[in-house]
T-cell receptor, first 112, second 114 residues
Framework: GENVEQHPSTLSVQEGDSAVIKCTYSDSASNYFPWYKQELGKRPQLIIDIRSNVGEKKDQRIAVTLNKTAKHFSLHITETQPEDSAVYFC???????????FGAGTRLTVKP | ETGVTQSPTHLIKTRGQQVTLRCSSQSGHNTVSWYQQALGQGPQFIFQ???????GRGNFPPRFSGLQFPNYSSELNVNALELDDSALYLC?????????????FGEGSRLTVL
């Protein structure tokens, strides 16, 4: 099955700086790559996703890039704010979306 | 629109017991996936149900089983509980296999096995 690795496990940045989280996946059949944000004690919520026919997608301060050849994708958050502090998970799934696998998570802390 | 709801929110069991966790999917969603999230870890895929049939399974032993009902709500059953089963169990629903792929999570059921 799919294996998703995520780095770093923790990331601390100053407010206003950028944050980058990277993931790799193993299954070349994976074609859907979402990112979820989980605040303490809350449910994971989708913040952005990308499909394999697109190399980059942006939504305001967040962007995701995908390199299918290298099997890696990254989350970029610009102009970070304290409310961005949370655990972020990358994930990958196949066309049937019946086997979505998550990375281990990155705890992002944005210091004011 | 009602979101994904799970019950119970917290429960404590002892080793060897059995537990049933329940999930009501979001309105209009016919697919339910179950995940186990240990403390400080990412969600681990247990299995998925689509239209009352198991549609995919992760690396969990057979003592983890499930059901989906005609109204698309779902149950996760775990037999012969072990200490390592202590975790947050997340249910997620989605509109169906052919759509966007976004999973809508519930708040989870936190299981403690003593």
């Amino acid at each position: 099955g799919e294996n998703v690795e995520q780095h770093p496990s923790t990331l601390s940045v100053q407010e206003g700086d950028s944050a980058v989280i990277k993931c790799t996946y193993s299954d070349s059949a994976s074609n859907y790559f979402p990112w979820y944000k989980q605040e303490l004690g809350k449910r994971p919520q989708l913040i952005i996703d990308i499909r394999s026919n697109v190399g980059e997608k942006k939504d305001q301060r967040i962007a995701v890039t995908l390199n299918k050849t290298a099997k890696h994708f990254s989350l970029h958050i610009t102009e970070t704010q304290p409310e961005d502090s949370a655990v972020y998970f990358c994930a990958a799934s196949n066309a049937n979306n019946n086997d979505m696998r998550f990375g281990a998570g990155t705890r992002l802390t944005v210091k004011p | 629109e009602t979101g994904v709801t799970q019950s119970p929110t917290h429960l404590i069991k002892t080793r060897g017991q059995q537990v049933t966790l329940r999930c009501s999917s979001q309105s209009g969603h016919n697919t339910v996936s179950w995940y186990q999230q240990a403390l400080g870890q990412g969600p681990q895929f247990i299995f998925q149900y689509y239209r009352e049939e198991e549609n995919g399974r992760g690396n969990f032993p057979p003592r983890f089983s499930g059901l989906q009902f005609p109204n698309y709500s779902s149950e996760l059953n775990v037999n012969a509980l072990e200490l390592d089963d202590s975790a947050l169990y997340l249910c997620a629903s989605s509109p169906g296999m052919s759509t966007t792929g976004e999973l809508f999570f519930g708040e989870g059921s936190r299981l403690t096995v003593l």
